[in-house]
């Protein structure tokens, strides 16, 4: 009876104040955006101490070989921590030769671009 009560009361105090009404369904509404807006982005790889040394290295030499390199490890790096154990090495593999024909077939400017992106 009192849970019967509680809520009774409360509906008629919206009822009595819109705005409140209006305030909490606002709030209702932009969590529930927010909670999906969460899913909506994926998270970049990101570059670990001696990667971001060896990328500076390797944009000042304008060195391609080593660019790709960084952005293969980094990248396989990334798929193997995000793998299931068991398809680990399968996972591995094929996101190394996906990341190297990614990565091979782009411009020094574009390879130049994604390292700056990931630091």
């Not at 819109?18 to 932009?30: D, G, S």
């Not at 790889?45 to 960084?70: G, L, T």
């Not at 980094?74 to 995000?82: C, H, L, P, Y």
């Amino acid at each position: 009876m009192g849970l019967l009560f509680f809520a009774k009361r409360v509906v008629w105090f919206f009822w009595d104040n819109p705005r409140y009404l209006v305030m909490l369904l606002a709030f209702i509404i932009l969590v529930l955006i927010g909670m999906q807006m969460k899913g909506c982005f994926t998270r970049t790889p990101k570059f670990n101490e001696d990667e971001i040394r060896r990328a500076q290295k390797a944009i000042a030499d304008d060195s391609r070989k080593e660019m790709v390199e960084v952005l293969v490890e980094s990248e396989v790096r990334e798929k193997n921590i995000d793998a299931n154990v068991a398809n680990a090495k399968i996972e591995t593999v094929n996101a190394y030769t996906e990341a190297r024909k990614k990565y091979s077939e782009m411009s020094n400017d574009d390879l130049a671009r994604e390292l700056e992106a990931r630091k």
